[in-house]
């Protein structure tokens, strides 16, 4: 089953406007990690947070973290047609195993 | 580099047929990773191995059986499809154990069984 649940299952907006997915988990956690999914592709590494960060930034993406609701959300700025794909959280359970959340299908139109 | 790769990009197989998907990696990565794609549905952990030699069995083991030979390749099996069975396959490696690690995707295997 899944360790993560990202909100919306889906998110259409037109290109510069912001985009915002949450993940929600329901243990604790060491870090949370965010891929991107481009239709048909592998996944791509986006972000990483740990758990004793609050924000963090990498270009037009800025996470953030609160572990006392053990919620993240993922915000692009700016969007581009390009960022068009599915964002997926992802945190690390047992040591060794990535468990995701089901996603966040994001369609971007120019 | 590479990086990961896949062979074969799509399959289709009948319902009792047997198969073999190949994970390779260049990157001297120990720990490797094969999961499989639904509709709607985020990935889930079939297989794993965190070093030569070895397997462990993740989410949803059933069906598969996996070898690690080499280092560098991880071999996922179907010794006899099911249509249940048909999904994307992705397969994922990283540098070795810690909760700081990235993985590295391959681009996918889509297979159907009919």
């Known amino acids: 089953s899944q360790q993560g649940e990202e909100d919306p299952q889906a998110l259409s907006i037109q290109e510069g406007e912001n985009a915002t997915m949450n993940c929600s988990y329901k243990?604790?956690?060491?870090?949370l990690q965010w891929y991107r999914q481009n239709s048909g592709r592998g996944l791509v590494h986006l972000i990483l947070?740990?758990?004793?960060?609050r924000e963090k930034h990498s270009g037009r993406l800025r996470v953030t973290l609160d572990t006392s609701k053990k919620s993240s959300s993922l915000l692009i700025t700016a969007s581009r047609a390009a960022d068009t794909a599915s964002y997926f959280c992802?945190?690390?359970?047992?040591?060794?195993?990535?468990?995701f959340g089901a996603g966040t299908i994001l369609r971007v139109k120019s | 580099n590479a990086g990961v790769t896949q062979t074969p990009k799509f399959r289709v197989l009948k319902t009792g047929q047997s198969m073999t998907l190949l994970c390779a990696q260049d990157?001297?990565?120990?720990?490797m990773y094969w999961y499989r794609q639904d509709p709607g549905m985020g990935l889930r952990l079939i297989h794993y191995?965190?070093?030569?030699?070895?397997?462990a069995k993740g989410e949803v083991p059933d069906g598969y059986n996996v070898s690690r030979l080499k280092k560098q390749n991880f071999l996922l099996g179907l010794e006899s499809a099911a249509p249940s069975q048909t999904s994307v396959y992705f397969c994922?490696?990283?540098?070795?154990?810690?909760?700081?690690?990235?993985?590295?995707f391959g681009p996918g295997t889509r297979l159907t069984v009919l």
């Open positions: 243990t604790s956690i060491n870090n």
């Open positions: 992802a945190r690390y359970r047992d040591g060794n195993k990535l468990v």
């Open positions: 994922a490696s990283t540098p070795g154990t810690g909760y700081n690690n990235e993985q590295f």
């Open positions: 990157m001297n990565h120990e720990y």
């Open positions: 947070i740990r758990s004793n960060e």
């Open positions: 191995s965190v070093g030569e030699g070895t397997t």
